[in-house]
């Protein structure tokens, strides 16, 4: 499969998708951005066996966010009625899509976060069910500096995972926040070593796509459940329970149990 600034690659049913445009601290442009919706769309498709996937980024950065230096992702393609330049455009033609195409993943999804993770790309770092960050890592909500508002989603999650106070901290102020003390506010999962990052995050994939079919189903839950009432979170557990329970991996959980062997899933 050919990407552009995007490398796409299979090992077993780990997929990683590297943001590939190193010189620029992966920031995103639109031809990545294309390319992003073609490896996660591959990613998706039930024929292609993927149980688990991984985010990162090439060279010393994760994502620097959007290429404003170029700004070719629609930002300033499109014109309000006012006749001003629209910059919410592209949001609304390309990053939203992919980040609803993130959140709807039916496998879990592995962050290994290295350098500067700012703005947008911080907002695609969070879109990981684990996010496993480097000593070097700090994440920014850079937007301030540009005199625009923060994006990608980032307004609902960060409130929901860090709480008001610390969010206004970082949107407002626009300082850096380095990877240990993320991981003390409980924005990530875990800090590593620079050098073990990727293994790690490796060893959590393999870990995740040896699970049941129903790890899709616990993340789906779970994002629903930010914005459920309890009567209605009680009605999405029963439908996911349901679909659970139909599983050929239910079937040998429970034969594995009874057995007192380790469960062999397939993901099926």
């Known amino acids: 499969m050919q990407l552009d600034l995007l490398k ?6 780990i997929a990683t998708i590297t943001f590939n445009d190193p010189e620029a601290l992966n920031a995103m442009s639109e031809k990545m ?24 980024g090439a060279g010393r950065g994760f994502c620097a966010g959007a290429n404003v230096a170029r700004m070719d992702g629609g930002e300033t393609d499109a014109k309000s009625s006012n006749g001003k330049n629209d910059a919410g455009a592209g949001l609304e033609r390309v990053y939203h899509p992919l980040l609803r195409q993130l959140r709807n993943m039916p496998c879990p999804i592995v962050s290994a976060v290295n350098g500067p993770c700012a703005g947008v790309g911080m907002s695609f770092a969070l879109m990981g069910d684990m996010v496993v960050a480097n000593k070097s890592a700090f994440f920014l909500q850079a937007f301030r500096r540009i005199g625009l508002v923060p994006d990608g989603g980032s307004t609902y999650i960060l409130p929901r995972l860090i709480g008001l106070a610390r969010t206004k901290e970082l949107a407002l102020m626009g300082e850096r926040l380095p990877s240990e003390k993320a991981l003390d506010w409980g924005l990530i999962n875990r800090v590593v070593e620079d050098d073990d990052l990727m293994a790690t995050a ?3 994939a393999e870990e995740l796509a040896k699970g049941p079919m129903s790890l899709g189903l616990i993340r789906n839950l779970l994002w629903d459940s930010v914005d459920a009432t309890y009567e209605e979170q009680l009605n999405n557990e029963r439908w996911a329970q349901q679909k659970a329970g139909w599983s050929s991996d239910f079937v040998e959980g429970v034969t594995a149990f009874n057995e007192k062997r380790e469960a062999d899933f397939e993901g099926k």
Request: include cysteine; charge should be negative.
């Open 8 to 13: 796409y690659e299979v090992e077993g049913n």
């Open 33 to 56: 951005l294309a390319s992003l919706d073609i490896a996660l769309t591959q990613a998706a498709s039930p024929d292609s066996g993927i149980r688990c996937l991984i985010l990162t």
């Open 202 to 204: 490796r060893g959590l």
